[in-house]
């Protein structure tokens, strides 16, 4: 090279006035070195630098010019080399925040190499090359880097400009941490970098901010920025992940909200009432509580106008749920047409039914439905978290029985959960238990109540009666354990019992000498009735006893009729494709219309108790009954008064044409022996 340090022949005052002089005027770089520090730096290095003279302050030589390209037999450091002259490849970081390779030579001055004085110039032939390709190749990569030595950054490219909106120029020389990284996520830093240490790389999803103040979601990758095999800085390179980002809250969004309303679902709604009960146990002094709501008559509703309207009405109950509620409150749909509601923040049972009461009131005012105007109600369960609410599930639970109270009550009311009904809910499990293990040990017996012709005097019927035959020798009827077999799905199974128990009855009538041809009635719920293996379960019993179906009849609740008649005409025909006569129980108890008995697949309907006990009664009464005896017959279905208690009610039935008859004036029931001996006697 023109210019090496033995040239100048430069004395220990190298940075006296006059040679200071002399070495500004030079069009190369001269730095000049004691003990590991440069002390001066000539006009051509401050200006690459983009420092004054009066700026310049003593700093390492690693700061300064650091790394070596490939180039030398031997890569050194400039602190260890030896000799005079010696060539070298580094890098400067110049004050466009660029790395700029150069090349030159450095001579040790000193005795024992405390000393030196160093002359380069930007790369020659060989890296300006390389520096332009390497430039290019970052330039294309649509991700951001940026590359940072000692929390100073040397280098970004066009994507970090296009990404955060510094230019090259503006982020030179200063430092990441204070322009791109939040305040709150300065502590990731630390880790981040340790973990490179440890593992060589390390990524990690986070946020950073832009010049404009946006926060972006970006995916940050660290590398060791390594030169002669030591680690001088980092490398960082980011991805902007936003639409990632978006597609997965929407897809978080969509797992835990309701896809009709934009409620919370189950999943989320439970997960948040977790929490209510966790804050709670650092709060005592505030509390949370629960509605569970349940829509009247939304079957019908939705049967009527069909599942658009049904949807819309769905939609509007939201709605007005949400319009009553506090910012601190949330709203679910939970299934079909039941909601929830969790209350918090509040301090007894009273500000629940203030809420309860108000979610009324929004329902008086009829609902739009596509031109219709339809006034629905709602039926509310509200429970207050207490300390036997150790989960979000025994909360919900109470809430639950409480709505069920309250449906029994009628439409439109809310009942809060208190003692009275804890104590009720108490006896409802004990129930529940001792019925589970009755129906495990078949701790069950059938009695048969007769059903006579009023014409003949003949039993035409045996209607199968379950009874519960306890431990201690006391017998229990149906009526009395079914709800809570109907409310915890045992009656499902007792359903079963009933019809393989009525085949078996039928088969032992049918093979008695001298027995006459007798029909078995069997009681469904309305959870039996509709039911999905109940047409198969009917099946297998008819198969596996052998017995006549056309003897067998099924008796189906008119309120099951009424509350799903769509699904029950389906259910009733398939009864009917087995042959199995259907007679509908307790008509008229829910002044059912009158097209079920012209469209619904039935061979017999059995008068209610109450409208048999009227019927004695001159008048509009009696000509109903009377009524409607003489169209069942006109449409071949026959009718039974049940419950006849009075002689004056059976000579009424009678005289009114009434076909058959039960109750406690023909009657009582009849262990399975006694039953076969009735229908075993002579016409």
Known sequence: MPWEATALNLPENADSGEQRQILDALPVLVFLERSGRIVFANAEARRLLGMSEGEWVERPVEEVLWGLYPGTAEPQTLLTGTGKGSPFHATLPSVNGQMMPVEGTYSVLGPHGREAVIVAHPGGRESAPKSQLMDQVLASIPEAVAIEHDYHILYTNPAFTRMFGFTADEVGGGSLRQLIVPETR????????????????????TVRVTRSGELIDVSLQCAPLMVDSGKVGYVYTFRDIAERKMAEARLQHDA????????????????????????????PDQSSGVLYIDLDRFKQINDALGHAAGDALLLGVAERLSAVLRPQDSAARLSGDEFAVLVENIVSASDLEIVAQRMVQQMEKPFDIFGHAVQASMSIGAAMAGPAHETADLLMRDADFAMYRAKQAGAGQYEIFDKHLEVCITNQHERERELRGALERREFEFRYLPVFSLHSGNAECLESLLCWLRADGRSEGATDMMAVAEATG????????????????LRAAGEQPAGRACIVSVNLTARQFFHPEMSTQLRAALEASGADPTRLQIEVPESALNERPDAAVAVLQRVADCRVRIAINNFGSGLAPLNHLVRLPIDAIKLDARLVHTAPLAGRQQTMIEALIRLSHTLG?????????????????IRLGCDLGQGPLLGQSLDRAQALALVGQAA
Not at 256 to 283: C, E, K, V, W
Not at 490 to 505: F, K, P, T, V, W
């Open 186 to 205: 300065w502590n990731e830093l630390a880790s981040l970098e340790k973990a490179v240490d440890e593992q060589g790389r390390a990524t990690v999803e």
């Open 637 to 653: 279905i026959q009718v039974v008064g049940q419950g006849i208690e009075t002689p004056e009610q059976l000579q009424t039935l």
């Open 490 to 505: 045992l009656s499902i199974g007792l359903g079963r019992e009933g019809l393989d128990a009525a085949c078996r009855q």
């Open 256 to 283: 835990m909200h309701d896809a009709l309303t934009g409620l919370p679902n189950r999943a989320l709604f439970m997960d948040r009432l977790s929490l209510a009960l966790t804050r709670r146990l650092r709060r």
